[in-house]
C-alpha cells in the first residue's frame, strides 16, 4: 500500500502563485506515475498533470500549459505541482494521486492511490 498526504493550498489572488506537494509512503518503489487532478465545486474532477517516478515523462492538460509545473524529489517520495499566474478558474480541491501500472496517463481510472485533497482558492 501506498500513503499520499497533500498539502500546500490556499488562498492566492488572481496572477498569484502556489506550490503543492504530496508525500509518499509506504511501499513507494510500487510507484510508477504520479500525478496532480482537482475538482471545482459542481464539476467533475480533471487531470492536470502527471509525472512519471523517474522523472523523465511529463504530461500537461492544454489548460495549464506553460503555468504549471509538476516535478519529483530524487528520492521519489514527494511529487511537487508549481501553480503560477493563478486564476479563478483554477479555484478547485487538489488531488496528488500515484499509479503501479507502467502507464503514464492522465485518466483517473488507472491511479491506484489517492491523497486527501488540498484546497486551492484564487480570487478575482
Known amino acids: 500500500q501506498v500513503q499520499l498526504v497533500d498539502s500546500g493550498g490556499g488562498l492566492v489572488q488572481t496572477g498569484g502563485s502556489l506550490r503543492l506537494s504530496c508525500a509518499a509512503s509506504?511501499?513507494?518503489?510500487?510507484?510508477?506515475?504520479m500525478a496532480w487532478f482537482r475538482q471545482a465545486p459542481g464539476k467533475e474532477r480533471e487531470s492536470v498533470a502527471a509525472?512519471?517516478?523517474?522523472?523523465?515523462?511529463?504530461l500537461y492538460e492544454d489548460s495549464v500549459k506553460g503555468r504549471f509545473t509538476i516535478s519529483r524529489d530524487s528520492a521519489q517520495v514527494m511529487v511537487y505541482l508549481q501553480m503560477n499566474s493563478l486564476n479563478p478558474e483554477d479555484t478547485a480541491l487538489y488531488y496528488c494521486?500515484?499509479?503501479?501500472?507502467?502507464?503514464?496517463?492522465?485518466?483517473?481510472?488507472?491511479?491506484?492511490?489517492w491523497g486527501q485533497g488540498t484546497q486551492v482558492t484564487v480570487s478575482s
Open positions: 509525472i512519471t517516478a523517474s522523472g523523465g515523462r511529463t
Open positions: 509506504g511501499q513507494t518503489s510500487s510507484i510508477y506515475a
Open positions: 494521486a500515484a499509479t503501479k501500472s507502467v502507464i503514464l496517463t492522465m485518466k483517473d481510472e488507472w491511479y491506484d492511490f
